[in-house]
């Protein structure tokens, strides 16, 4: 215990000393937070639109101006020949192109369903579905307000369908809720985990590895004395995350805060270890920084955070059941959004559980103070 | 306190140290004396219990180091050839972390290091990491005796040290022979070897002698020679196809030449090499050093 205190009171002092570190530890999670949330987002503003106005009538003018009046899009230009709108969208310049047919106000005047032509750009197929999807639904408020105009009778029954919104279209806010929680999980997880592998190869570096090998300090000190500041910086973190999330967010937490801290609890031992793993392996920080960042890179990716796992083929779905940011990523959305209890959890705790116990012995077992290779 | 027997390691197909025999008595002064990559630290690490060997034994303390790693750590004292501190912590903070790791109060007074902390508590807030080379050796040697060790593993302690400090830091080590550590001390400096009380010459993982300085001097049997003129370097290769030549080495702006003959004398090489058109050479008889014998022994 004495050693153990003894080494915790010089990482203690390292860390305090560390300005760079310091500064890290309190700028990453609300930076991260605060520009990724905003960043990273699949609702789609600013397309570039053209309307083809072949009709030039009151109601055709009354439709530009409400995709002008749109904040998903930029009116590029009204004209009234379809060439050259399409000659722009080959250019790149555009991004849907909507043709008006001539004899639109007539037609509708006349009980007939004029035919009106949404063209996207889909060579980024996502961005054409929802552009074209944007512009139904402006289409269909506009279209709503049109048969009132021109009183035709036709409004409630047929443009019903703006009341069905999916998911997809959901304004930014639920996009925010859903991807904060995970990235809480993905900043708690690089920042701990390469603080941890980093600072024991740096001991390598500096030769003072050395100095712990030769003394009497047993491998369980050693390994307790590394990890338990990581662990208290990576709980640190979560702290400083959960209060961006809730007051600069205004995101309410839902969920069992507790019942995070002992997951968020379990998994730190997890990534620590696994840091000091790497650590074992590699000689020089760069060497532990690469190593660390190819497989978290990985994990992070196919963790559920950015894309949707279910949209994953099966095979890597299987492959994320040993993929522990997904654990963490779904348990923290589940806790922070859904409110979910230890009963609900409980294979998620029992996983993670087993994870750290395996991780932690082969970190102990591969930890040896004296070399017998090379 | 030291026994080394057929000692070997080697490290893929490199022999670093091959069937090396070694007895150190207690609280002797010794020092391991040989060219870098000689196996200096690689015998070093075995013996702080930092490496296994590949065969043969080497027990400290009487203690196996492949059996009975951590009775040993608990009674050394190991300097690597690296400075090993905490470069971000002070020289106070160095001192009581491994004070505490080893259970021990650190006693400013305690006459293990009373000489060496008065040197180095001027600068106790100064983080090691910007200390003066010789500061930092001497901090180190604090660390290392502040647990009051028996045996005292110093690899290559005043490699990079100014002379003064280097001074300095043997007149310390001559000091504990009176406080019952017995000391392994490597250098590849010659002029450091004359402040053991006994040394081992090591060569490619080889021991090549073992005895105390004085002795190994009195071993050298030839005559030997100083050889200068204005342009030294020019008489190597002459020298060296002189048929009594042994030998013929530089040594700073001076030559050290060894004869086969014992009855040739300064005489005969003047005239050699005049005969070959060198003049104003300075010949004289001189008393071999300990470089001289080890650069005998490493020919032969």
Same mark, same amino acid.
């Given at each position: 215990m004495r050693i153990v205190l003894a080494l915790l009171k010089k990482e203690f002092l390292q860390i305090k000393r560390n300005t760079f570190i310091l500064r890290l530890l309190i700028l990453v999670p609300i930076l991260q937070l605060c520009i990724l949330s905003q960043a990273i987002n699949f609702e789609m503003k600013n397309l570039n639109l053209i309307v083809v106005d072949l009709d030039k009538s009151p109601s055709s003018e009354l439709l530009s101006k409400k995709f002008q009046a749109s904040r998903y899009f930029i009116l590029r230009e009204i004209t009234h020949s379809q060439t050259p709108a399409l000659q722009e969208m080959e250019d790149n310049k555009v991004d849907l192109v909507i043709v008006i047919p001539t004899h639109f106000e007539k037609e509708l005047r006349g009980g007939q369903s004029p035919v009106v032509s949404f063209v996207a750009d889909a060579v980024n197929g996502m961005k054409a579905g929802l552009a074209a999807n944007y512009a139904a639904n402006i289409f269909m408020e506009a279209a709503g307000e049109l048969a009132q105009q021109l009183r035709l009778p036709i409004t409630a029954k047929s443009f019903n369908i703006q009341t069905t919104y999916s998911m997809w279209y959901n304004p930014i806010l639920e996009y925010k809720t859903l991807i904060l929680p995970g990235l809480l999980a993905v900043l708690v997880t690089l920042v701990s985990g390469l603080l941890a592998a980093l600072n024991i190869v740096r001991e390598k570096e500096m030769g003072t590895m050395e100095q712990m090998n030769v003394s009497p300090i047993a491998k369980w000190q050693f390994i307790v004395a590394k990890l338990l500041p990581f662990w208290l910086i990576g709980l640190f973190e979560i702290t400083l995350g959960l209060l961006v999330i809730r007051w600069v967010f205004q995101i309410p937490l839902v969920g069992n805060l507790a019942l995070l801290y002992a997951f968020c609890g379990i998994y730190m031992v997890l990534i620590l270890t696994l840091g000091l793993l790497i650590s074992n392996a590699s000689r020089t920080q760069a060497q532990a920084m690469f190593l660390t960042v190819f497989f978290f890179m990985v994990f992070i990716l196919t963790?559920? =955070?950015?894309?949707? =796992?279910?949209?994953?083929p099966s095979w890597a779905q299987t492959l994320n059941k040993a993929n522990p940011i997904a654990y963490f990523v779904d348990v923290c959305r589940r806790i922070l959004l859904k409110g979910a209890t230890f009963e609900h959890l409980k294979t998620s705790f029992l996983s993670m559980a087993s994870f750290a116990t395996l991780s932690l012995g082969l970190a102990i077992w591969r930890y040896k103070k004296t070399h017998v290779d090379s | 306190m030291v026994q080394i027997e057929n000692l070997s390691r080697h490290f893929g197909s490199v022999q670093a140290l091959d069937n090396v025999h070694l007895h150190i008595e207690k609280n002797q002064l010794f020092g391991l004396i040989? &060219?870098?990559?000689?196996g200096k630290s690689t015998l070093f690490d075995i013996l702080a219990t930092l490496r296994l060997p590949s065969s043969g034994t080497a027990r400290v303390h009487g203690f196996d180091v492949q059996t009975k790693a951590n009775q040993i750590r608990k009674r050394i004292g190991f300097m690597p050839g690296q400075f090993s501190l905490y470069q971000d912590l002070s020289v106070l903070e160095n001192i009581r972390f491994f004070a505490n790791v080893y259970g021990v109060a650190f006693e400013e007074s305690s006459p293990l290091i009373r000489d060496i902390w008065q040197q180095i508590a001027p600068f106790k807030?100064? &983080?090691?990491?910007?200390?003066s080379g010789g500061m930092k050796q001497k901090l180190a040697l604090c660390c290392a005796l502040v647990h009051k060790p028996t045996v005292l593993l110093l690899d290559e302690p005043t490699t990079g040290v100014d002379p003064v400090s280097r001074k300095e830091f043997w007149e310390m080590l001559q000091t504990l022979?009176?406080?019952?550590i017995t000391t392994l001390v490597s250098t590849p400096y010659m002029d450091e070897a004359n402040l053991c009380e006994c040394i081992a010459l090591i060569q490619n993982g080889k021991i090549l002698a073992i005895n105390s300085p004085a002795a190994i001097v009195a071993q050298f049997e030839f005559n030997l020679f100083g050889v200068q003129s204005a342009h030294s370097n020019a008489l190597i290769n002459p020298l060296r196809q002189?048929?009594?030549?042994q030998h013929c080495f530089a040594f700073g702006k001076m030559l050290h030449l060894t004869l086969k003959d014992a009855c040739a004398t300064e005489k005969d090489i003047v005239e050699f090499l005049e005969k070959q058109g060198h003049k104003n050479v300075d010949v004289w008889p001189m008393k071999p050093g300990i470089e001289d014998c080890f650069i005998e022994l490493m020919q032969s």
């Open positions: 963790s559920g =955070v950015f894309t949707p =796992v279910e949209s994953m | 040989g &060219p870098d990559g000689a807030h100064r &983080p090691a990491g910007k200390l022979k009176s406080q019952n002189f048929e009594k030549t």
